[in-house]
């Protein structure tokens, strides 16, 4: 077998461009899709390495940095977002190197194949997931038979046998390119200190919203696949010990939608003396319903949840097929004051047919939840999803471009709606009422006048022993990674 040497390129600079690195969770956060091939190819003896485009200054820096690797094979993910960087960074690579063998998979070429096909310089498209089938194709390369179909369709892996993450491939490229925050992913809220970082418990999501599936379907399966809690807290404890994690994120879609699992994760979690505070994603009518399984994360080591309320419009929210009603979204959001959980809110304005009144309705909803973190967005059509298969029905797409299929709530993304209108709602939903500018001064300054915390410090330093807090005596990232 020839030896050959292989590199992943993230390109996902779309909207963010190039010298973003750390810059918001776009740019500060690892792909995991690249991580987990890393882990399976290399675990299988390949020769791996990283080109992060968020790390690099320019195209021409990516040339460079390219003719410096000099791969036989390279190999990209792409969500439909990618798709522009991926075709350019495809073109410069086979530009300069004809014979580099080129992969792509990932969200975009598994629920729009045919739309990847058309991208030049492609030699092999690989749809659903990658570990077992992507290190096959670098064997049958290696032994020079490489297949003949340019269309690989991934096997599905068992999620407990395959490698953790190799979040190193992403931390080691970063710290070429003057990375340097003491975390191996980028904090996102203060409730998760550094060193952080994000991990997955399962593959797929049982629920069926319209602004969303089928698409994860087609990557995934029906239906969820979660890892063993065992599987999860044994890479908890590796990240521990690697990185020293003081908190970290759930990546899953819906990590609350299985209450048997999260019972025994945090039964478990506690039992191994971890107290590192977590964020996940749930949805406002699990939380409304089962108050006793918030209670349960709370108690072990939950800060807080994403939670997709996305209307306080029953007619809309039936239409987006979320599940919920703007009572249940309230009722969730008063559960996780109750036992003190932040609230990461996730809403859109501007949804297919939705009227001004309409939107409004979420505005006086959000105002009541008065989230934590507000996450507004402008409905967008996201290739693979039921509504924007409708809004191709109805020619209502706006977005022109793939860079512009991003939730952002700055920009038009069909027609019909009133975009002046929505960035003024989007402005106004982020208004706290006064009612709850009251209470949070209050809780603001019981937080700080009864902090017992406040108060040794206080003491400490008028008998001279304080020790300034700048000075946390953390293990560094750099002399633990390796
Ligand atoms: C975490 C996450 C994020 C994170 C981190 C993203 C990142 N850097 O990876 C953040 C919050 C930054 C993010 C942002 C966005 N995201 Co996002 N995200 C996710 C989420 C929840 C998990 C991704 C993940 O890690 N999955 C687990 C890994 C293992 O799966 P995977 O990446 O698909 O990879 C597997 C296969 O696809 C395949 N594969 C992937 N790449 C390759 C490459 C090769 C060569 C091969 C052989 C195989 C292969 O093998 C992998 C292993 O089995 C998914 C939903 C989901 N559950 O997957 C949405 C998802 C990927 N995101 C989505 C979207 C739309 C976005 C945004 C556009 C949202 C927005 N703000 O508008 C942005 C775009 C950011 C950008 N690049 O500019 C969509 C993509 C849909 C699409 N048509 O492309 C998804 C599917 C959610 C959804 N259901 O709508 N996201
Ligand atoms: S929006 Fe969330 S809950 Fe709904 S189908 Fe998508 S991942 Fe599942």
């Known amino acids: 077998m020839k030896e050959i040497k292989t590199t992943l390129i993230y390109a996902g600079i779309a909207g963010i461009g190039f010298n973003s690195l750390s810059q918001g969770m776009d740019a500060g956060w690892v792909s995991h899709g690249l991580a987990s091939l890393s882990a399976s190819a290399k675990a299988q003896g390949f020769d791996i390495d990283l080109i992060d485009l968020r790390a690099l200054n320019s195209w021409d820096h990516f040339r460079e940095v390219f003719a410096e690797r000099d791969p036989d094979v390279v190999a990209l993910t792409m969500m439909s977002v990618d798709y522009g960087p991926v075709r350019k960074t495809l073109q410069i690579v086979k530009e300069m190197k004809p014979e580099v063998i080129t992969v792509i998979g990932g969200p975009h070429v598994t629920i729009a194949l045919e739309d990847s096909l058309r991208i030049p310089h492609v030699d092999y498209l690989v749809i659903k997931e990658g570990e077992i089938t992507f290190p096959k194709l670098l064997k049958s390369i290696a032994e020079g038979h490489p297949p003949r179909q340019k269309v690989l369709f991934g096997e599905r892996p068992n999620l407990d046998k395959i490698p953790f993450a190799d979040r190193d491939l992403f931390l080691n490229e970063w710290r070429k390119w003057g990375y340097s925050l003491n975390s191996p992913e980028v904090p996102f809220v203060k409730e998760l200190p550094a060193p952080f970082v994000t991990i997955i418990a399962g593959r797929g999501c049982v629920y069926n919203c319209s602004f969303c599936k ?48 999260v019972s025994e994760f945090s039964e478990k979690y506690i039992a191994e003396g971890f107290d590192m505070p977590y964020f996940c994603q749930s949805r406002a009518d699990i939380i409304a319903r089962h108050p006793d399984m918030v209670e349960k994360m709370a108690r072990a080591g939950l800060k807080g949840y994403f939670i997709g309320f996305e209307s306080g419009n029953r007619r809309v929210l039936n239409l987006l097929r979320k599940g919920t009603t703007p009572e249940k979204n309230l009722k969730a959001a008063k559960i996780c004051k109750h036992y003190g959980l932040k609230i990461w809110a996730n809403y859109m304005m501007g949804i297919p047919t939705e009227t001004k009144e309409e939107v409004m309705d979420t505005v006086r909803m959000i105002k009541e939840i008065d989230p934590d973190y507000y996450s507004p967005s402008f409905f967008t059509p996201h290739p693979g999803t039921d509504l924007y298969d409708y809004c191709v029905e109805h020619d209502l797409i706006l977005v022109d471009d793939y860079a512009s299929f991003r939730r952002n709530p700055t920009e038009p993304k069909i027609k019909g709606v009133d975009y002046e209108f929505l960035k003024w709602a989007r402005d106004e939903s982020q208004k706290r009422l006064f009612k709850n500018r009251v209470k949070r001064s209050w809780a603001a300054f019981r937080e700080k006048y009864t902090d017992p915390k406040r108060y040794v410090r206080k003491a400490k330093k008028i008998l001279g022993i304080y020790k300034s807090p700048e000075a946390p005596v953390r293990r560094s990232a750099d002399s633990s990674a390796h």
């Not at 698409?215 to 590796?238: P, T």
């Not at 020293?244 to 609350?256: G, V």
């Open 214 to 261: 089928p698409g994860e379907d087609l990557i995934f399966g029906k239906g969820v696949r979660r890892r063993s809690v065992d599987n999860v807290i044994e890479e908890l404890k590796l990240l521990k010990e690697k990185y020293d994690i003081a908190s970290f994120m759930f990546h899953d879609d819906c990590l609350t939608e299985d209450r048997k699992w």
